[in-house]
C-alpha cells in the first residue's frame, strides 16, 4: 500500500538524429524522475528528483561547410539528483468577516 501523500511521476522521451556519422549515437532515451512526499498538513513537500536516470544525454550535431563537414559529439549534462523543500502559500486565504462596520476584512493565512 503505498502512503498517503506519497507521489511519483516519470517523464520518459525518446530522440533520433539520423544526421550524424554511423560512429555517433543516434538515438537516446531520457528519463527524468521525481518521488514526492507531502509533510505537515500538506503545506510542506519534500521531492527527489532524478535527471537522465538511464545517462545518455549526449549532443551530437553536423556542420557542413562548402570544403568539409564535422560531426561532433558531445556530454550536454550528466546524471544528477536534486532534493528540494517546498512550502504552500495560501493566497486567497479564508476571508473572515468584518469588523466593526468599517469596511475591514480579517484574512488568515
Keep these: 500500500m503505498v502512503p498517503k ?20 549515437q543516434k538515438s537516446s532515451w531520457f528519463w527524468n524522475m521525481t518521488l514526492s512526499y507531502a509533510v505537515l498538513k500538506d503545506k510542506g513537500l519534500i521531492s527527489l528528483k532524478a535527471y537522465d536516470l538511464l545517462n ?16 561532433s559529439q558531445s556530454t550536454v549534462l550528466k546524471q544528477y539528483f536534486m532534493l ?9 486565504g479564508d476571508r473572515g468577516q468584518s469588523r466593526g462596520g468599517r469596511g475591514y476584512r480579517r484574512y488568515r493565512f
Design 5 to 24: 501523500g506519497l507521489e511519483w511521476r516519470n517523464s520518459i522521451n525518446y530522440n533520433y538524429n539520423p544526421n550524424v556519422a554511423e560512429d555517433f
Design 84 to 92: 528540494g523543500f517546498s512550502w504552500k502559500f495560501n493566497t486567497l
Design 56 to 71: 545518455q544525454n549526449t549532443n551530437a550535431s553536423r556542420t557542413v561547410n562548402a570544403d568539409y563537414v564535422q560531426d
